[in-house]
């Protein structure tokens, strides 16, 4: 599976994003979403992952209330919508993929990972 992220860019502190993630080649077996972000000199943290037929989710604290994650199979393409943005969503935001969790927040589970798409918040 390729991933591609795209959608970030520079939004004003309470402004809002959505991220996507497109896939492509072998997407016709199941595979669980992540969105993960990397922020300057931290390590990488998970965000929000849902499962392939999108009934079960799962955010970190810091997002709950805020963002949202989706997905159309149809498409190929999981989403993260970002509200209520804050300077401390600042970071580069990955997707991955995989196939051997029903929804997890483990990096170490994800097989697949897409670029990166940066997301700046200014205050």
């Known amino acids: 599976v390729q991933l591609q992220a795209f959608g970030g860019g520079l939004v004003q502190a309470g402004g809002s994003l959505r991220l996507s993630c497109a896939a492509s080649g072998r997407t016709d077996r199941n595979y669980a979403v992540g969105w993960f972000r990397q922020a300057p000199g931290k390590e990488r943290e998970f965000v929000a992952a849902?499962?392939?037929?999108?009934?079960?989710?799962d955010y970190t604290d810091s997002v709950k209330g805020r963002f949202t994650i989706s997905r159309d199979n149809a498409k190929n393409t999981a989403f993260l919508q970002m509200n209520g943005l804050k300077p401390e969503d600042t970071a580069v935001y990955y997707c991955a993929a995989t196939h051997d969790y029903t929804v997890t927040n483990m990096e170490k589970a994800y097989n697949y990972w897409g670029q990166g798409t940066q997301v700046t918040v200014s205050s």
């Open positions: 849902i499962s392939w037929i999108g009934s079960m989710s």
